[in-house]
């Protein structure tokens, strides 16, 4: 009897529980398709209500009460035996995914560092005093100096820099002959340049570089109808403050020095040159091989232990004219802190490419520098150089006219006033040319020239990148020329004067 009761008991309390889960099913299932947007149709189905009914499992202690309880729990297990395979799924293919980067073949891209070349990049310290002339001469020093920041940071650095310069010139000549007219020249020159130098460092100091210099010309006399151009395109291998070679288009250690004036691509550095006439022989300064040349490419090697010494050895090699064009330059620097000693040599020859041509050209020079540097407030120094040319025709006779010997000797001096940015400079250099013709009724006088220039500059700095200068430059050349109509074959003199003022920007 007892039994009885309790499955009736159990009975009821099934048939109650049953009756509840039916009435929160229908309640959940009308509660959601109140929430449900309107679309015009009724969105409410068996297929929808399902889940709703699975979402309440009977307890274990109860058992089903029918047929469709027994369903609702098995549609139930079915679900969240679905999902967790689905996030099994998932994580088996993020797995994957990582097992893939692991193994590279989804490359992470290589870490590199864009920069502009920060001041630790100029290496010129020890070169001569802040602003002063000496300090902007970088050829003599390792530079750019980019070496790696340390064992985390990326092997590869890629710097940006550039000069920009423009000169307001105004320069008056007035020639010794009456043939001849005056002139006055008014000019805007500039040169613009932007640099790009890449540099890979390894491990033991042991790095590789390239240097790219984009030029923009505004109006040079060198460079008539030409204003884009290429001044550095170089690669170098070495090891910092040690040595390193470069190969391409590069310039050699500067041995003299001219100082605030005369500067590379300007005018005053020409001289007293008229429109017309004879021309104006100019200063020697080491540099038959000096520059980058037009048609032809450098090889050189460098030296920089103990930090007293620097050392260069330079070839040059390429074409000229309708021939071939070699060369070598060895140049040393022995810097002694308060004072530096600079020296070379260069010899160059030029031949036809021609077998049966003995048309040649050889050219030998030596200079030699000696600089004194008291920081911050003075340097000065003073050199001279010596070069001699060697012309011969196809028969392999010597060229009188050709055939030169040219000497420059000078000096600059630099001084800082009492202001920190501030800077003014002197300069005096005199160039003696001569060749071998001589004339009819006097041997012993050749053509000759004395070309003596000096100028006065002053310079200030504004927030250590812009820079404006000023030069006062007068020059004169006394010409005995065999070909000048000068009865008299005295000679005669030009004289120059100009103005200079300069807008430079660095970064």
Partial sequence: MKNHFDLAGATLKTSVLSAILLVSSAALAQEATDEAPAAGSDTTSDSTEAPLETTTTPSSDEAPASEEAASDTDT?????ASAEASVSADDAAAAASDDKKAEGEYPKPPPLALEILPSTGYPNEKVGIKNGSLRFVMPGVQWPYMPSYGPDQPRLRISFSGSSWLDANMRMVRPGRSAVPDVLDLRMQGRLTF?????????????????????????????????V???????RVGRWKRFDATVGRTQGFEVYHFGMGLDVNTQEREGARPSVGANVQQAYALTE?????????????????????????????????????????????????????????????QWQSTADSAQKTETTGYSGNVHLVFDPWVELGGGIAHRIIDSFNNEGAPIAANSTTTTTWGGFLNVRPYFENAMIGIGYHNTSWQ?????????????????????????????DVFYIKYVLAYSQVHIESRIDGDPTNEGFIDRQISHRLRFMLLF
Avoid: C
């Fill in 195 to 227: 640099r790009v130098t890449p540099t890979y460092n390894f491990d033991k100091d042991w790095f590789a570089q390239s240097r790219v210099e984009f030029v923009a010309i505004t109006e040079q006399q060198h460079e008539q109808g030409k204003y």
């Fill in 76 to 80: 139930s297990e079915e679900a969240e």
């Fill in 289 to 349: 091989l000096w520059d980058r040349g037009i048609n032809n490419g450098a090889l050189a090697l460098h030296w920089y232990l103990p930090e007293w010494l620097r050392l260069e050895v330079l070839g040059r090699m390429g074409i000229a004219g309708t021939g071939n064009d070699a060369g070598v330059r060895p140049a040393a620097i022995l810097d002694f802190g308060p004072v530096k000693v600079k020296g070379g040599m260069e010899r160059r020859q």
């Fill in 435 to 463: 060749n071998f013709n001589f004339e009819d009724n006097d041997p012993t006088r050749p053509e000759n020239q004395n070309h003596q220039q000096m100028f006065a500059a002053a310079q200030y700095q504004f927030w």
């Fill in 229 to 235: 151009d290429i001044d550095e395109a170089w690669v």
